[in-house]
Every structure is written in structure tokens, then in C-alpha cells.
């Protein structure tokens, strides 16, 4: 089992910034990958970042935050963080923390909330 937290969310101005913190407790040796996704009301849970935790550390941003949002880990801290800049209303969404395991076992986090408004 891994467990997942998410903090660092709360209210952002548009253009100011915010990094969200995924830690990781449990079984962590068995993670292969860590993913931030958001999911706004009414719409799709949307994948926002990767990081390969096997690979040296690999990302994948999508073109959709690409050059705004950035992802990093501690691994001494077991911990992934989600660097977030030029923030916009529309990045306005609830952000979760996923796990991906060798066994192709997925785990989530609680959610943490980001509303960006002036």
C-alpha cells in the first residue's frame, strides 16, 4: 500500500505562483512513476505532470501547462512537488497526487484545492 498527501494549495492571484507537495508513505520502493493530475467542476480529471522515479527522474509536462508548471522530487523526503507560475482562473481545479506502482497498482491522494482569482 502507498499512502499519498497532497498539500500547498490555496488562493493565487492570476500570474502569481503556488508548489503543491505530494508525500509518499508506505510501500514507496514499489513506485515507478508519480503524476499530478487537476479536475475542475463539470470537467475530466486532466494529467498536469509526470516524473519517472526509475529512470534518473524523466518528466512529461503536456502542452496544455507546458512552460508554467514544473515537477520535481525529493527523494530523500519521498516527496514530489508541483511547481506552478503564471497561474490562471482557468488552472482553477482540485490537483491530485497518483502513484503508480510495478505492480500497475494506482493510488490517489486526497486533493488539494487551487483557485486562482483576483
Known amino acids: 500500500q502507498v499512502q499519498l498527501v497532497e498539500s500547498g494549495g490555496g488562493l493565487a492571484h492570476p500570474g502569481g505562483s503556488l508548489r503543491l507537495s505530494c508525500q509518499a508513505s508506505g510501500s514507496t520502493y514499489s513506485i515507478y512513476a508519480i503524476h499530478w493530475y487537476r479536475q475542475a467542476p463539470g470537467k475530466e480529471r486532466e494529467m498536469v505532470a509526470t516524473i519517472n522515479i526509475n529512470d534518473g527522474g524523466s518528466t512529461y509536462i503536456p502542452p496544455s501547462v507546458e512552460g508554467r508548471f514544473t515537477i520535481s522530487r525529493d527523494n530523500a523526503a519521498n516527496t514530489v512537488y508541483l511547481r506552478m507560475t503564471g497561474l490562471k482562473p482557468e488552472d482553477t481545479a482540485v490537483y491530485y497526487c497518483?502513484?503508480?506502482?510495478?505492480?500497475?497498482?494506482?493510488?490517489w491522494g486526497q486533493g488539494t484545492q487551487v483557485t486562482v482569482s483576483s
Open positions: 497518483n502513484a503508480r506502482t510495478l505492480l500497475e497498482v494506482s493510488f
